[in-house]
């Protein structure tokens, strides 16, 4: 599966964006699709996942009540709304791929290119 993300850009705190991520190629029913983020000398951290039917969705604690992930399956896609933008939710934004949901990147076998998230003070 290839999965191509979109929808970064620049934005002042407060604002929003949402990112989309299109999968294509091999896709088989059952993968979680997750965003993860890597800010400049950071570890990628967790931000959120969902399972294959929507029903079930985790995010980490630092964008609880600001971002959701939500998907498309008819259009192969994921998204994340991020509201209430911060500062510190700067960093290249990932979608991922995989069999299980969870938040450690080993977990995920399939990767987008990253979209940039810059949010100005």
């Known amino acids: 599966v290839q999965l191509q993300a979109s929808g970064g850009g620049l934005v002042q705190a407060g604002g929003s964006l949402r990112l989309s991520c299109v999968a294509s190629g091999p896709i088989f029913r059952g993968p979680i699709l997750g965003w993860f983020r890597q800010a400049p000398g950071k570890e990628r951290e967790f931000v959120a996942a969902i399972s294959w039917s929507g029903t079930t969705t985790d995010s980490a604690d630092s964008v609880k009540g600001r971002f959701t992930i939500s998907r498309d399956n008819a259009k192969n896609t994921v998204y994340l709304q991020m509201n209430s933008l911060k500062p510190e939710d700067t960093a290249v934004y990932y979608c991922?791929?995989?069999?299980?949901?969870?938040?450690?990147?080993?977990?995920?076998?399939?990767w987008g290119q990253g979209t940039l998230v810059t949010v100005s003070s």
């Open positions: 991922a791929a995989g069999r299980m949901l969870g938040r450690f990147p080993p977990m995920y076998d399939a």
